[in-house]
C-alpha cells in the first residue's frame, strides 16, 4: 500500500474535506502560502485559495472565538494552532462557548468546529512548547478530543471529525509528523470513539495513546522476548473514550497498564483506571500501574527531560510490577 | 551499597529457574545492562542482566542449579566494597526481600543444591496479618469455585493471593482424591459414658485375656431339654445366656477375688453376685444387671432378662437396671466371632467373653468325635488376680458347663 507521512496524511484529509464541503475552511498562523508549520497545509491554499485557507495574526482567543461563531452559522472551521500551548488563551471560547452552545440554546444551532494542534515533548522545545493538554479538554462535557497514532488513523478520523456536528480538538504529536505509513488511496473514514487493538496479547492490558503507541509497541516487544504477552490497546479518541473496549481487554488480561505522555494527576489515565475499578475490578488481579511524565514542567534540558517523559523502559518496568514479575 | 540479584521471573507461570551458566566471575566488574548469567525455564533460556553498575560480589548459586524466582543468585557489590564472608552484604541481610517466596521453602532444601553456600531459606515468609490480601479476580475465582482463601497460599507482595495461586490450588484440589464430607456425629449420652468408661478402664488397670476352648455339649443338650419341656409345659425357653450366668455366678461364688472391685488401696471381696450382660441397643451398649444372680433359677435370670433387654431396647432401662454389676459377661456368638479380648467393666474385675458355638471334630477318650464348642475369654484385672486363679475359674465354669450334660 501507498505510503503517507502523519503531516501528509492531514493535508489530504483537509483537501478531500474541502473539495467534498465548500463550507470547510481552515484559520491559523502560517496556514498559507507557508504551508503551516508542520506542513500539513502544504498545497491547500494554491488549490483552494486566500478565502478558504486564510492566515491569522498570533491572538488564539481572537480566532478560535471566529470559529464558534462561524460554526454556529453553519461554516465548518478547521483551525489550526501552531502549539497546543496556546490553547489555553483559547480555551474561554472553547469551554464556555462551543462547549456549550448546543445545550444553550436547546440543540437550535450545531458547532461543527474542529481545532487541530500539535501536543507533546521529547523535542527538548521548553516547557511552554511540550505540553498535553488532552486530559484538560476531556473534563469539559460538549467537546470531542481524538489524538490519532499513525498517519492511517490521522487521516481517517480528521475527515470524521470534520463530518462532526460538534466540537473536535484534534491532538497531533509533534514527533509523529515525520511517521510514515500506509494510507489507502480510496476515500475512508474512522470512527470516533473506537479504540483499536495494536497488539493483541493474553497477559496483560496497556492503554495508551498517541505517541505512547509507539513505545507501548515497543516495551510489548521487549516483554515478549521474556515470554509476557501484552495487549496494547490505542485509545484514538479519549473523549468518548471507547469504553467497552477498555473492559473487553482487561476481563481478558486481568491486568493494567495505562501509559500516557503527559502528567498524571486527574488524567486520561485516572479515567481510565477509575473505568476499571468501577466496571471490572473482579477482574482485577493485580494493582492498576500508571506510567505517565513526572510532575514537574516538561524541561528544556534534553538529559532532564528524558528523566521527566515516559520512556519504552517505564513501561516495561510498569507491566513487570503488575504481573509481580522481577525485572531483568 | 550491595545489590541483590535473584533469580528473574520471566513468565506468569514460572516458579523456578535453571542457572545455566555464568557469564561474569566474582569480582568482574558489571554495567547495568550486561548479561550476567543464562537462566533457563521450561519454556525459555535467556540473558539475566545486570541491574546496577559494580562489581559482582559473592556468587551464591553455582550454575547447573535450579532456584525459586526471586532467591539471590549472587550480588552487586560498589567499587570498593567489601562482601562479608558469608557472601551476606553488611546492610542488608539476605532473605529480607520483603517478598514471600513462591512456594515453601521446604520445597528447596539445601541439599538439593549442589552448593551449601546457597541460603536454605533465600526468602523469608512474610508474616501474615489478619487480613488475608487477594486480588479482586481471585477473590472472585476464589467465590466462583468455592474456595476458602485462608487455605490458599498467595505467592505475590505481602502473600497477596493473585489469579495464579487460585489456579495453582484448583489443580491440585483436582489431583488429590476427591474428599468427601465426613459425618460429625456428636459424643454424647450413652456413647459419651462409653467412651469414657472404656478409656478409664484401659488406663487405669492391668488387662490380660485367656482364651480357652471348652466343650458345650453340656450347655447345647441341656438348653434342648429346656426346650423340649417349654413345649410340654408351655413354659418360655431360657436362652444360652441365662444359663452362662446362672453358671458363672456359681463359679463366682468359688472364686470371689473375680467378684470384687478395688477401692483405694483395698480389694473389696463383694457379698452380692449381680452379673451384667452386654446388650447391644440403637444407643450404644447397655450392661443388664442381673441381681443375685447366685440366688436365682435360670428360669428367674431369664425372666429377669426378658425385662431388662426389652426395657434397655426401648431406652427405658431404670437405674438399678443398669447399674451394680459385680462381673460383666460379653457375648458375641451371635455374630459369629469366635473369641476376643473384652475390656473390664470398671470398676469390676473380671469379664468373660463368650464366642460362638461351633460343631468340631476334637479326640475324646482317643477316638475322633464331633462336639459343640466355645471359647471362653476371660479378661481380669491382673494387678489384683493372678493368671493361674483366673485360668481356674474358666476351668469351674467349663466343668460346670459340663455337668449340665
Known amino acids: 500500500m501507498r505510503q503517507l507521512f502523519y503531516n501528509q496524511a492531514i493535508a489530504e484529509a483537509l483537501a478531500e474535506e474541502m473539495r467534498r464541503d465548500q463550507n470547510v475552511i481552515l484559520w491559523g498562523i502560517d496556514i498559507g502560502p507557508y504551508g503551516g508549520a508542520n506542513a500539513c497545509t502544504k498545497g491547500l491554499y494554491e488549490q483552494f485559495g486566500p478565502s478558504r485557507v486564510i492566515d491569522m495574526p498570533v491572538s488564539e482567543l481572537g480566532y478560535v472565538g471566529m470559529g464558534v461563531g462561524a460554526a454556529a452559522t453553519g461554516i465548518r472551521p478547521v483551525i489550526e494552532l501552531q502549539f497546543s500551548d496556546w490553547i489555553t488563551l483559547a480555551s474561554e471560547m472553547i469551554i464556555n462557548q462551543a462547549a456549550k452552545m448546543r445545550y444553550m440554546f436547546g440543540g437550535v444551532l450545531q458547532m461543527p468546529l474542529v481545532i487541530r494542534a500539535p501536543v507533546g515533548g521529547y523535542l527538548s522545545a521548553g516547557a511552554q512548547h511540550s505540553n498535553s493538554f488532552e486530559s484538560m479538554f476531556s473534563f469539559v462535557p460538549g467537546i470531542k478530543v481524538i489524538m490519532p497514532s499513525t498517519p492511517y488513523e490521522a487521516k481517517g478520523l480528521l475527515k470524521s471529525a470534520i463530518r462532526d456536528n460538534n466540537t473536535v480538538l484534534f491532538f497531533e504529536h509533534k514527533k509523529l509528523y515525520a511517521m510514515k505509513g500506509e494510507v489507502p488511496e480510496e476515500e475512508y473514514t474512522l470512527p470516533i470513539g473506537k479504540a483499536d487493538i495494536k497488539r493483541p496479547g493474553s497477559d496483560v492490558t496497556i492503554v495508551t495513546y498517541a505517541y505512547m503507541v509507539g513505545k507501548s509497541l515497543a516495551a510489548a516487544e521487549t516483554l515478549a522476548r521474556q515470554g509476557v504477552d501484552c495487549e496494547v490497546l490505542d485509545l484514538r479518541t479519549i473523549d468518548p473514550m471507547d469504553r467497552e473496549a477498555v473492559l473487553a481487554s482487561v476481563k481478558k488480561t486481568g491486568h493494567l497498564v495505562v501509559a500516557q505522555e503527559t502528567w498524571r494527576d486527574c488524567s486520561v489515565s485516572s479515567e481510565v483506571a477509575a473505568l476499571v475499578a468501577e466496571e471490572a475490578v473482579d477482574y482485577l488481579d493485580g494493582p492498576v500501574v500508571r506510567v505517565t511524565a513526572k510532575d514537574v514542567p516538561i524541561p528544556f534540558s534534553p538529559v532532564l527531560e528524558e528523566y521527566v517523559l515516559p520512556k519504552e523502559a517505564d513501561i516495561v518496568a510498569a507491566v513487570n510490577k503488575v504481573l509481580n514479575r522481577v525485572s531483568v | ?405
Not at chain 2, 533469580?7 to 545455566?20: A, Q, Y
Not at chain 2, 477473590?139 to 482463601?149: H, P, Q, S, W
Not at chain 2, 456359681?250 to 467378684?259: D, S, V, Y
Not at chain 2, 449381680?274 to 441397643?281: E, I, W
Open chain 2, 1 to 405: 551499597m550491595a545489590v541483590e540479584v535473584v533469580m528473574p521471573k520471566l513468565g506468569l507461570n514460572m516458579s523456578e529457574g535453571r542457572l545455566v551458566e555464568w557469564l561474569k566471575k566474582e569480582g568482574d566488574p558489571v554495567q547495568r545492562g550486561e548479561a550476567l548469567f543464562v537462566v533457563e525455564t521450561d519454556k525459555v533460556t535467556t540473558e539475566s542482566t545486570a541491574q546496577i553498575d559494580g562489581v559482582l560480589g559473592k556468587i551464591l548459586v553455582e550454575a547447573g542449579a535450579t532456584v525459586p524466582v526471586r532467591a539471590v543468585v549472587a550480588t552487586i557489590l560498589a567499587e570498593g566494597e567489601a562482601a562479608d564472608s558469608s557472601g551476606r552484604t553488611a546492610e542488608r541481610p539476605l532473605g529480607t526481600l520483603g517478598w514471600s517466596a513462591p512456594e515453601s521453602p521446604a520445597a528447596h532444601p539445601a541439599q538439593e543444591a549442589p552448593d551449601p553456600g546457597i541460603p536454605a531459606e533465600p526468602i523469608q515468609e512474610t508474616p501474615r496479618t489478619g487480613k488475608i490480601l487477594a486480588s479482586p479476580l481471585a477473590k472472585r475465582l476464589a467465590a466462583e469455585n468455592g474456595i476458602d482463601l485462608g487455605a490458599v497460599k498467595g505467592t505475590g507482595p505481602d502473600g497477596r493471593i493473585g489469579q495464579e495461586d487460585i489456579e495453582r490450588f484448583l489443580a491440585d484440589r483436582k489431583a488429590a482424591p476427591a474428599v468427601r464430607p465426613v459425618q460429625s456425629l456428636p459424643i454424647e449420652g450413652v456413647r459419651a459414658v462409653i467412651a469414657e468408661r472404656m478409656a478409664l478402664s484401659l488406663q487405669t488397670t492391668a488387662q490380660l485375656t485367656l482364651h480357652s476352648e471348652v466343650d458345650a455339649t453340656g450347655l447345647v443338650s441341656y438348653r434342648e431339654r429346656m426346650k423340649a419341656d417349654a413345649q410340654r409345659d408351655a413354659a418360655p425357653v431360657p436362652g444360652y445366656n441365662a444359663i452362662l450366668i446362672s453358671l458363672v455366678a456359681r463359679a463366682l461364688k468359688e472364686h470371689p477375688r473375680l467378684n470384687a472391685r478395688q477401692v483405694g488401696k483395698t480389694l473389696q471381696l463383694l457379698p452380692e453376685i449381680h452379673v451384667g450382660l452386654a446388650v447391644d441397643t440403637e444407643a450404644g451398649l447397655v450392661v443388664v444387671v442381673v441381681r443375685d444372680a447366685d440366688q436365682k433359677s435360670i428360669a428367674e435370670i431369664h425372666q429377669d432378662l426378658d425385662r431388662l433387654t426389652e426395657r434397655a431396647l426401648a431406652r427405658r432401662s431404670q437405674p438399678d437396671d443398669v447399674s451394680g454389676s459385680t462381673f460383666t459377661i460379653t457375648n458375641l456368638g451371635n455374630f459369629g466371632v469366635d473369641s476376643f479380648t473384652p475390656i473390664l467393666n470398671p470398676p469390676e474385675v473380671g469379664i468373660l467373653g463368650v464366642g460362638r458355638i461351633t460343631d468340631k471334630l476334637v479326640i475324646a477318650n482317643g477316638k475322633v468325635a464331633q462336639r459343640p464348642m466355645v471359647t471362653l475369654s476371660l479378661t481380669f484385672d491382673h494387678r489384683l488376680v493372678d493368671g493361674a486363679p483366673a485360668a481356674r475359674f474358666l476351668q469351674v465354669v467349663a466343668g460346670y458347663m459340663a455337668e449340665l450334660a
